[in-house]
């Protein structure tokens, strides 16, 4: 069975904070995209990645970045976490998606 | 710009009716349209793609539509279950490595 595993679901952090969200898909698939989700927005993709140490910008990267060292794994770093950085991340490899991880940044 | 817009009202129906959601778009020639299921606090769940030369696809109670011309697809639900209950979003991709989402649609099915 198919599987993406975020390794939170739920994070509190402090504002300034750095922090790391990972992401592990089990499918050796190249492909792999770190999205936000907020309410009556839809999901907006923030990086995505399409081999190991590539990236690209998707259309919110700002204040975002990623790193992606082995195939399996698409790491998102938040480099100094604000206020309004508190979402739902999502992590897809193709159509599959992780079960998010709820950030809350005070 | 592009933009896909879903109804943000729920959509409240009984037990056993066929549920009817709609995704619209603008500004965008799509090589595919996907349907996803989401639960609260919950990734998304892929349902079905239709590609763009495609009218129509099924899979059990499921059937999608897809009017490249109207730029329309409809998602039904036949015999609707209050399992069935959640949010279901649709998403456009060109065929290269971006997909546009919209926000989807709340469904509530009532026993």
């Known amino acids: 069975d198919v599987k993406v595993t975020q390794s939170s679901r739920y994070l509190v952090k402090r504002t300034g904070e750095k922090v790391f969200l990972e992401c592990v898909q089990d499918?050796?698939?190249?492909?792999m995209f770190w999205y936000r989700q907020d309410p009556g927005l839809g999901l907006r993709l923030i990086y995505f990645?399409?081999?190991?140490?590539?990236?690209e910008k998707g259309d919110i990267p700002e204040g975002y970045s990623v790193s992606r060292e082995k195939k399996e794994r698409f790491s998102l770093i938040l480099e100094s976490a604000s206020t309004n950085q508190t979402s739902m991340y999502l992590c897809?490899?193709?159509?599959?998606f992780g079960a998010g991880t709820r950030l809350s940044v005070l | 710009s592009q933009k896909i817009e879903q109804n943000s009202e729920a959509l409240n129906i009984q037990e056993g009716k066929t549920a009817t959601l709609t995704c619209n778009y603008t500004?965008?020639?799509?090589?595919?349209l996907q349907w996803y299921r989401q639960d609260p606090g919950r990734g998304p769940v892929f349902l079905l793609l239709?590609?763009?030369?495609?009218k129509e696809k099924r899979k059990e109670r499921l059937k999608v539509t897809f009017d490249t011309t109207l730029k329309q697809s409809l998602f039904h639900i036949t015999a609707s279950q209050p399992a069935d209950s959640a949010t279901y979003l649709c998403?456009?991709?060109?065929?290269?490595?971006?997909?546009?989402f919209g926000a989807g649609t709340r469904l509530f099915v009532k026993a």
């Open positions: 897809a490899s193709f159509q599959y």
């Open positions: 998403a456009l991709g060109d065929g290269g490595f971006k997909t546009i």
């Open positions: 500004n965008y020639s799509p090589a595919y």
């Open positions: 499918m050796d698939h190249e492909n």
């Open positions: 990645s399409y081999d190991v140490k590539m990236k």
């Open positions: 239709i590609r763009e030369n495609e």
